[in-house]
Structures are given as C-alpha cells and as structure tokens.
C-alpha cells in the first residue's frame, strides 16, 4: 500500500502534479499534462529521476479526463496507491482568504464569485478541483492560493488611485506567485534566519515573472496587481503598460476585449519584443538584433523593479532570484546585477557561472541568493498541515551547496 498525497497545479491547458507521501520532502512522482484540448502531452517522472510509462496518445480532451489519464498511469506505475487528501493550487484567493483552506461547496461557490478577477485561470483551476473531487470523493482537498501570501500589504500597495469604490469591490493590487515566495522564503528562513528577519528583494522569473519585496517573511510589495499581466515583462504578456495604450487600441485600433486579452497576454513580453519566442534559451542562442533587445528590455525591467521593491523597504539586505530564468541562466542573473553596486550588489562571476546558491562577491555588501522554488511541495506542506493536522518542520533544507552559512557568513552576511 502507498499512502499519498497529490498536489495539483491546473492551468489553462495544462496539469501540472506532485506525489508526494504522506510524511518527508522527496517526490514519488512528478509530471505534466501539456496541451489539454489539443493533442495533448504527457510526461511522468518517478521522484528519483526515471521516466515512467504513460498512454499514447493520452486522453486529455479537457481536465477532467486529463486528470483520469494521470490517475491511470500513476495507478500503474504504482499499484497499490492511496490518495490521503489532494491540495490545489487556485490563482485568486479574494481579498480574504490569506491562508491554505479545506474546500467545501460554500468554499467554491466563493472562489467561483472570483472568477471575473481571474477569467483566465480560475475556471480551470476550479474545473481541476472539481475533476479531483469526482475521482476522490472522500479525500479531504485543500486549496492554497496564489494572492494569500501578499495579503499583509499595507493600504498603499493594495490599491489604485481610483475612486475607493473600486477597492471596495475588489479592485486591488492582489499580487501572484505567492506560492513559490512562500517557498523560498521557507527555505531562506532555514539556510539564513537573520537574513530572512531582514529586507529581501525576491525576484520569481520565469515564464510568468514578478518581483516581491519581503521583509521579515511578509510581502510588503509586488509587481504584479490585479490581474498576472502587470510589472515585468513576461513570455507572452506585456508587463507593466500606461492604461492609456489600451485606450488607444479600442477607440483608434477597434480592437474589443478578446483582441486586447489576446495581445496582452499571448502575444507581447518576450515573444512580442522578438518577434521569435517566449523562451529565454531561444532568445539567448538567436543573437538578433531583436532578440537581444528583447533580453535588454527584461533585464532593464528588473534591474529598475528591484530598486522599486527595495525602495519600498527603505533598503535591501538580499536578493533572491528564483523560477526557470532566475535558477537558471547565468546572463539574465549577470546582467541584472550590473550596474547594481549602489545598493550593494555585486556578483560573483564563477559562482554565478556554477547556478551556485550564494552567487554574491566576497566584498558585496548584499548577499545575492539563487534558490530553487517547488511549489507543488508548498501546496503539499500545507496539505498536511490544514487537512492531517501534521505541522512537522521539513528536516533540512532543499538545496545544495557546500557551506551555505559559511558563504554568507564570509560576507559579513546575517546566516544566523
Ligand atoms: P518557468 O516558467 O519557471 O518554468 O521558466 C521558464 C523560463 O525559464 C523559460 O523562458 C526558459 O527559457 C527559462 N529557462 C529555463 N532554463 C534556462 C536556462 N538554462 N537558461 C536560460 N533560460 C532558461
């Protein structure tokens, strides 16, 4: 018998997962249904790293039968499978809801009433819980929300300069990726208390990016506001934008609301600037002009939201990069870091060149952190902590690196 538990992450048209067991830090399986609708894509990996078999084609017309097809080869690949309780990621949490919570229908029929908030992502992330709950009826299933972590936002960046009833009604400045700062500032948390007692500048890029300012394990700000299109540009998504272009596009372009959510969000950032991909290993291999300036514009885009989120702590005591750029590549990190010496920030090539944890140069006087986000396992921490009552303290930290206090503790840094 092997008692699990399952964390889901549905997007539009994909099915991210993680089985987890019921107690300790290391995956059973991992994987992802991809293209959801369409010709769909299935891949499942086994914790310690083997491929596993899986149908082909596999039968994902839309989530429910996704999440059956996944059922089914995680079933074969482990026989006799106990799914304990299912936890979900879902985009929109309201202005309430700071925290994971059980889910029963007066839960849903509240995140349904979300939904205007999140068109793009709500319904499908219902839609999973849905399916999770036809094939676990007896399962307890959580939901953790991507806007919880930013609820401790003062008033000034929770809100638009527009006339308060709008904010009464929910029009805020919400804030996404808050599972994956949660994670990471977890983890900090273990590697380097004191610094995470401090100041930190955490910046989640990826194909959605964004930045937070964290002090003292609370969001105090976030790039991103009501809705995952602001701040950063992004691989598809445009990023912060004057409102006044939108304007524009409807009353000189005639585009309607559908044109619009299809530009912003589908055909700008990264993509729209090159004119080539949304991918960052793309556009660092193409060498075009357009590509490069792509790449430019990014890395201008953090480096000033970086001063943006430092400013609204009043300084910086760590930077944290995090997400598939962030973790990953070694330019977009050394670019960022530039022409940051005035607030302390200097790297240290090798390291850097190494994906090392602690990438910051001996005489820096602000630590530069590179920590690995999961945020299937955050959803399944807080699993068993709402639905088994199970509040155990990971035993160690994720990551790797030789002497990760020894390395900030050189830097006169606050490892603690
Ligand atoms: P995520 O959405 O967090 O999975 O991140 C996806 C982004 O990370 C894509 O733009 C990838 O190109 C980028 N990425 C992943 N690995 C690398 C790498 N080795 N170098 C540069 N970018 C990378």
């Given amino acids: 018998m092997t008692d699990a538990l399952l964390a889901l992450n549905a997007g539009s048209s994909s099915l991210k997962f993680g089985l987890y067991p019921a107690a300790g830090d290391a995956p059973i399986a991992t994987g992802l249904a991809d293209r959801i609708g369409a010709e769909g894509t299935l891949r499942l990996r086994a914790g310690y790293g083997a491929d596993l078999p899986v149908p082909v084609p596999p039968d994902m017309s839309d989530h429910g039968t996704a999440l059956e097809t996944v059922l089914g080869a995680l079933v074969a690949a482990f026989p006799e499978l106990t799914i304990l309780a299912v936890g979900h990621r879902v985009v929109h949490g309201g202005p309430d809801l700071d925290a994971p919570v059980l889910i029963n229908e007066g839960l849903l029929e509240e995140l349904e009433a979300l939904s205007p908030f999140a068109p793009l992502h709500q319904p499908h992330n219902l839609?999973?819980?849905?399916?999770?709950?036809?094939?676990?009826?007896?399962?307890?299933?959580?939901?953790?929300?991507?806007?919880?972590?930013?609820?401790s936002h003062p008033f000034v960046n929770d809100t638009f300069a527009l006339p308060r009833a709008y904010y009464d009604k929910g029009v805020r400045r919400y804030g996404f990726h808050g599972l994956s700062y949660a994670f990471v500032t977890g983890e900090l948390a273990r590697i380097a208390p004191r610094l995470a007692e401090g100041r930190v500048v955490m910046a989640h890029l990826g194909n959605g990016a964004s930045i937070c300012a964290i002090h003292n394990g609370r969001s105090v700000a976030s790039t991103m506001g009501f809705s995952a299109l602001d701040g950063l540009p992004m691989g598809t998504r445009c990023g912060q934008l004057d409102?006044?272009?939108?304007?524009?596009?409807?009353?000189?372009?005639?585009?309607?609301?559908?044109?619009?959510?299809?530009?912003?969000?589908?055909?700008?950032?990264?993509?729209?600037?090159?004119?080539?991909?949304?991918d960052m290993r793309v556009l660092e291999a193409a060498g075009t002009t357009e590509a490069n300036q792509a790449i430019d514009y990014f890395v201008f885009r953090v480096q000033r939201e970086i001063g943006a989120m430092a400013a609204a702590m009043g300084g910086i005591d760590a930077l944290v990069f995090c997400g598939g750029i962030g973790e990953?590549?070694?330019?977009?990190?050394?670019?960022?870091?530039?022409?940051?010496?005035w607030m302390g920030i200097e790297i240290d090539h090798e390291r850097n060149a190494l994906n090392a944890m602690v990438i910051s140069s001996e005489m820096a006087r602000t630590p530069v952190l590179v920590l690995p986000t999961n945020e299937e396992l955050l959803i399944v921490r807080a699993v068993r902590s709402v639905a088994l009552g199970n509040d155990a303290v990971p035993e160690a930290p994720l990551l790797h690196d030789r002497a990760p206090e020894e390395a900030l503790a050189a830097r006169g840094g606050a490892a603690g």
């Fill in 243 to 278: 409102p006044g272009v939108v304007l524009y596009l409807m009353q000189q372009e005639g585009l309607d609301a559908n044109a619009i959510v299809d530009l912003l969000y589908r055909r700008s950032g990264l993509l729209g600037l090159s004119g080539l991909s949304n």
């Fill in 328 to 341: 990953n590549s070694r330019l977009v990190r050394a670019r960022v870091c530039e022409r940051m010496a």
């Fill in 127 to 151: 839609a999973g819980i849905r399916a999770a709950i036809a094939a676990f009826p007896e399962a307890p299933q959580v939901a953790c929300f991507d806007t919880a972590f930013h609820r």
